[in-house]
């Protein structure tokens, strides 16, 4: 006997009538009829007595009634509950991050989280990917959104749809900010602010080809913020991940991709086997859900 059944019955009996309650249910009426004469089928029993102009009740179906309203009752009162004890997780969740456009999803996601769990807090940790991994594998950071290339070996993850773009930073009245695209042979010989990860940088030596060998490297940064502070002191021309752009003021920063485009993705991560508090078990079991219908 399903509870939606159960329901249109008491609707039914409120009603006094099949046709009201089809009303008041937005279903037809040949439905309800057809489910309550199953319902009597499978109990075996009359429940109505169909002679009288309104519905009227049987022993038994008044038995029913009875019966239905405690069933629903308690199932509201069930559902009632698992909804407050969701509401009352608590706790904070840390998560890793670098300077990429696929914050902005993660933002998207952090929101739809707090409306759901309203008393959980969260603590951002700005870095770059090998530095959160290093995080997570002791257990520092719960979960981190990481640019690639990175090994994942060892975590599960969701790769993100977000495209993140490699690009220039120079002073607004650079010669190179007059241009569409920055190419490998204009950035020969140019001082350079390039990312510090190895795995970046092996990217980077395949887009620039033959002219990696003629790279001045001037600084390695970790984060393109502290990076672009040194570009705006005429000290160099930063490669960076494009997201980080967008808040800086174009006055003192111009921003220009690499021609060809040099492309990477991200992926929200966390260690597989690893224990997480209560917050962060829900936090990853929202994320599985929310990014697997907002990435197609």
């Known amino acids: 006997m399903e509870l939606r059944v159960l329901r249109y019955f008491l609707t039914v009996v409120r009603e006094e009538s099949i046709t009201k309650a089809a009303e008041v249910l937005h279903i037809t009426q040949p439905t309800i009829s057809r489910q309550l004469a199953q319902m009597e089928e499978e109990t075996g029993v009359r429940l109505f ?17 009875r019966r239905a309203e405690e069933i629903l009752q308690m199932v509201d009162k069930t559902e009632k509950e698992l909804m407050e004890q969701e509401e009352q997780v608590e706790g904070k969740i840390i998560i890793g991050c670098g300077e990429i456009a696929s914050v902005k999803q993660l933002s998207d996601l952090l929101y739809s989280f707090h409306k759901k769990y309203p008393l959980v807090s969260f603590e951002l940790y700005t870095a770059t990917a090998d530095h959160i991994k290093e995080q997570m594998d002791r ?27 490699w690009a220039v930073l120079m002073r607004p009245k650079d010669p ?28 980077l030596a395949s887009w620039f080809g033959d002219y990696y060998e003629r790279l001045q490297v001037l600084f ?45 993705t991200s992926v929200l991560a966390w260690k597989r086997g690893q224990p997480f508090s209560v917050a962060a078990t829900k936090f990853i079991g929202h994320t599985k859900g929310f990014l697997s219908r907002n990435n197609g």
Do not use: H
């Open 49 to 65: 007595d169909r002679g009288s102009r309104k519905i009227a009740l049987t022993a038994e179906g008044l038995l029913l009634r």
């Open 139 to 165: 257990g520092l950071v719960d979960t981190g959104l990481l640019l690639e290339p990175v090994d994942i070996e060892k975590y599960e993850f969701i790769r993100l749809d977000i495209r993140e773009r």
């Open 220 to 264: 390695t940064s970790n984060l393109s913020t502290n990076a672009a502070v040194m570009v705006s002191r005429g000290l160099g021309y930063a490669i960076v991940i494009e997201g980080s752009v967008p808040f800086w003021d174009p006055a003192k920063i111009a921003c220009r991709p690499l021609s060809p485009p040099l492309t990477a």
């Open 176 to 203: 190179l900010a007059e241009r569409d695209g920055i190419t490998a042979g204009e950035l020969a010989e140019l001082p350079l602010i390039l990312p510090r990860r190895m795995k970046v940088q092996g990217e």
